[in-house]
Nanobody, 123 residues
Framework: QVQLVESGGGLVQAGGSLRLSCVASGRTSSSSGVGWFRQVPEKEREFVAAISWSGAITYYADSVKGRFTISIDNAKFTVYLQMNSLKPEDTAVYYC????????????????WGQGTQVTVSS
């Protein structure tokens, strides 16, 4: 089992920045991919970014390319999502997820999920 805890969400004005953190614990050696997803009420959870545990492979949704950066600190078992130039449409609950098969943009590929952290961007 892998446990994931997100933090760093909050309220920010459009154009501002936030950095989300996802700390992994438990059987982290079984994890090879970590992803960030987001969800707003009554909509499907959507892919944001993913990274391999080595940090060598990253994927981004088109909607966040050039604004968001995913990174990993292996020593701290922590994955970060740096979010710049935030827009009101980025408002959502952001979830961290992990799997043993590598980074993916598909939520079905992930075995473990955190509880989520709310990001609200005001216009």
């Amino acid at each position: 089992q892998v446990q994931l805890v997100e933090s760093g969400g909050g309220l920010v004005q459009a154009g501002g920045s936030l950095r989300l953190s996802c700390v992994a614990s438990g059987r982290t050696s079984s994890s090879s991919g970590v992803g960030w997803f987001r969800q707003v009420p009554e909509k499907e959870r959507e892919f944001v970014a993913a990274i391999s545990w080595s940090g060598a492979i990253t994927y981004y949704a088109d909607s966040v390319k050039g604004r968001f950066t995913i990174s990993i600190d292996n020593a701290k078992f922590t994955v970060y999502l740096q979010m710049n130039s935030l827009k009101p449409e980025d408002t959502a609950v952001y979830y961290c997820a992990a799997n043993g098969s590598g980074p993916s943009s598909h939520k079905a590929a992930y075995d473990y999920w955190g509880q989520g952290t709310q990001v609200t961007v005001s216009s």
